[in-house]
Structure formats: C-alpha cells, structure tokens
C-alpha cells in the first residue's frame, strides 16, 4: 500500500479514523501527510506537532509521542523533511522542496484529512467533550482490569453487564 492511501487494508476505514478497529485515529500513511502538511505550513517541533494535531481535533486525541516520533524520522529518511538541532537537543523538522511536491501531488487527500479533522472525525458530530472520554477511558481500564484478574463467577459475570446495559439505557435516553 503507498504511504497517502486514505484507506486501511480492509478498504474501509478513511486515513483519518476513530474507534472501531484498535481506537486509532489514523489509518495508514493519514498521519505522516498531516505532520507534512503542518510541517510545510510552518517548521516545528514535534511537540509542537502532537499540540497541534490536538488542538485540530478539539481536544479528543492527542498523539503519543511513540506515534509521532517515528513518523516524523520516516519522513525525514524520504527526504520529505531535514531535521536541525537547536540549543537544548530540540529538533527542528523543516518541509524540503520533495516534500512539498509530494503534499501538491496529494493535495486532494491532504484536504480531505484536514478537513475530517475540522468536523472532529469521520462520523461523528464534533470533538467528544474531554470529561466522557476520560470516562470512557476510565470504563474500559476498569473492565480490563477486572475482566484480567481472578476468574468471573456466573453471578459476577451477570453483575457487570447488568451495570453496563443500564448505563447503555440512561445514555441512550439522555
């Protein structure tokens, strides 16, 4: 598959994404055309980089850097970005001239994902406010942990999904 394909092996998750499959935001080659484009748009650093995907996205996803900096080091091994340091070790990633042919060549797609990351996401109306992601977060770390602990008696097993289909009704009616 080439890096700007706007979709997954299964051909049916856009390069920006959320949810579903994994919880990832990008599918495959979304992301490095976005750190391009930012990186075109004005040279940065890759905190910098993840602030401001953040910030595109309303708040509802922030890179990690494990996601950010390997990226940012495969754009630089194609040529698309140079790399300097500055004072204090940070680097700063500057667009080459190959890399702002590449951007012109997938300037439709590099729309596309900047404007999917407008709307907050494919799907959905808008950023999801901070407070229900971290409860959804809070929800699933929960379930994990319980679910990867002593083994579940029956009533137990029933105790929790009792709790999780009468939350399922309340947000349901809300």
């Given amino acids: 598959m080439k890096d700007f394909d706007l979709l997954d092996p299964r051909g049916a998750s856009p390069a920006l994404r959320r949810g579903g499959g994994g919880g990832r935001v990008f599918g495959h080659g979304g992301l490095r055309l976005v750190l391009l484009r930012l ?6 650093h890759g905190y910098e980089l993840i602030k401001a995907i953040e910030e595109r996205l309303g708040g509802s996803y922030s890179p990690s850097p494990g996601v950010i ?3 940012l080091t495969l754009l630089e091994e194609m040529g698309h970005v140079t790399v300097s340091t500055e004072s204090g070790g940070r680097k700063l990633h500057t667009v080459t001239a190959e890399g702002r042919e590449h951007l012109q060549a997938h300037q439709g797609e590099v729309d596309a994902l900047l404007a999917r990351m407008a709307e907050g996401g494919p799907g959905r109306g808008g950023p999801r406010p901070a407070p229900v992601e971290r409860a959804v977060h809070n929800l699933r770390h929960a ?3 319980r679910l990867a602990g002593a083994p579940l008696d029956t009533e137990q097993i029933h105790a929790i999904a009792d709790v999780l289909d009468e939350a399922a009704r309340r947000i349901e009616r809300l």
């Fill in 39 to 44: 990186i075109a748009d004005k040279p940065r």
């Fill in 69 to 71: 900096y390997p990226t």
């Fill in 143 to 145: 379930l994990h942990m």
